[in-house]
């Protein structure tokens, strides 16, 4: 596998030296039968082929629809190579769609429900004809019976995928050149070469052999992640996400999907609570949480979400939440402002007062999120992180409980301890997190 590593590697440098000259790609149909690639299927890997920069994609027209014997299948490949001067062939195959039934119990009734998953596989064979990897991805939709979705369109969704993901899978682009050891630098690599906005790269020393002294065994400690923020014709502005890098120093960029980061936080929120009969008048309350957050890094955005679970004496609240913004350098590596966005769902929880109710009552809140960050990293992946947030939802006012006749109706207020709770307008959080790359 080291050497169809070192096959691909060829290819793409041999296109950041000589960017007129990528490396020829040409997308082929194998396994002809009546749900084989199509030519649109074809078209929509090659746009996505040819939309990334790494490559002149050969249309091959009818000769793209590979129908031999096997024995006879890579002298065919060899032949195309020739003929066209291909260097990567990226066979394409669609697998018969999976169907698969199961029953469900929702809403007091049983329901049949039907998961079809159509697989598209990517074999990719270098001009003489050796496979230098492959790759499968699927697509699953699911409904209830009868359910009969466009496996086709379900087809193109996983070429699609497969497409991106293959770029960067198989394909990374990889440049060497001498750190600066400043916090935003310039590597050799731009638009032509396939690199755009927020392309993430891992870099790492390079030794040219043992060294001779203790300012080369410095330059060996470079290491670290970086982003492209400004992407030029043959050039481009990086910083640092994270790691150092030792100015003087050989370093090898390598071409990776987004990082993601991990995030253990205690979270507070203020809450204007409205009690139930007799319990005295509404106050504010501060409520506490924890939260577990996940979010990634992409063309130059980040993007997650998290849960987080707490509440007040006599109730819990779970809640869910979806954020967007972007990290800031404000000292790059180290320090980073995040301004995030977004909503969240809570479910809340309460006791009940009432011997005659056989369940907690249960309510549901809405919210939008604007979240303002500081984070700072004492490690190339651990670091800690302080932040505010506004908070603009709705009240938890309309509470769910169910006798023990098993009848379900709205609360009384005599029957709960808070009759509305309403999240806003301010909150904190202090946690850790832990940067994956």
């Given amino acids: 596998m080291r050497s169809h590593r070192i096959i691909l590697l060829l290819l793409l440098l041999s296109a950041v030296s000589l960017p007129a000259a990528l490396p020829k790609l040409a997308v082929i149909s194998i396994d002809p039968d009546d749900f084989s690639p199509d030519s649109l299927l074809i078209g929509t890997v090659v746009e996505e082929m040819e939309g990334s920069g790494r490559f002149q994609v050969v249309d091959l027209g009818y000769e793209a629809f590979i129908d031999t014997e096997p024995e006879a299948f890579l ?10 001067t291909i260097d990567v062939f990226m066979a394409l195959e669609v697998l018969y769609p999976e169907v698969s039934d199961r029953t469900v119990f929702r809403n007091d009734s049983l329901v049949t429900v039907r998961e079809v998953s159509v697989e598209v596989l990517a074999r990719f064979y270098s001009s003489a004809g050796t496979l230098i990897g492959s790759m499968r991805k699927a697509v699953t939709r699911e409904g209830s019976v009868p359910f009969s979705p466009d496996e086709e369109l379900l087809a193109r969704l996983a070429a699609e995928y497969l497409a991106e993901e293959s770029i960067i899978e198989m394909f990374p682009m990889e440049v060497t050149f001498i750190a600066s050891g400043e916090e935003v630098f310039t590597i050799p690599l731009g638009k032509s070469n396939g690199i755009d906005n927020g392309t993430v790269m891992a870099v790492l020393a390079v030794s040219s052999g043992i060294p001779d002294d203790p300012a080369e065994y410095e330059r060996l400690r ?46 507070g929120t203020l809450l204007d609570v409205e009690k139930g009969t007799g319990l005295g008048p509404g106050e504010d309350m501060w409520g506490s949480s924890v939260r577990l957050g996940v979010e990634t890094a992409r063309w130059g955005l980040s993007f997650g979400g998290g849960i987080n679970a707490g509440g007040l004496e006599h109730s819990s609240m779970i809640g869910v939440d979806l954020l967007a913004g972007i990290r800031l350098p404000l000292s ?53 992180q302080l932040g505010v947030s506004g908070i603009l939802g709705s009240s938890a006012g309309s509470w769910t409980v169910q006798e023990y006749t098993g009848q379900v109706r709205d609360a009384e207020p005599d029957e709960i301890f808070y009759t509305s709770m309403k999240q806003g307008p301010v909150g904190a959080r202090l946690g850790i997190t832990y940067l994956i790359f």
Avoid at 244 to 267: F, H, K
């Fill in 75 to 84: 002298q065919t490949l060899r032949t195309l190579a020739a003929e066209n």
């Fill in 222 to 267: 470079s290491r670290g992640l970086l982003q492209v923020m400004d992407a030029g014709g043959s050039s481009s502005r990086a910083r640092l996400l994270s790691g150092r890098l030792v100015g003087g120093g050989t370093v090898t960029a390598i071409e990776q999907s987004a990082p993601a980061a991990l995030y253990l936080e205690y979270s």
């Fill in 332 to 384: 790059s590596p180290e320090l980073g402002l995040r301004m995030m966005g977004g909503g969240e769902i809570v479910f809340h929880m309460q006791d009940v007062r009432s011997v005659e109710l056989s369940s907690n009552a249960t309510a549901i809140s809405l919210a939008a999120l604007a979240d303002l960050s500081l984070e700072y990293l004492f490690s190339s992946h651990l670091g800690i």
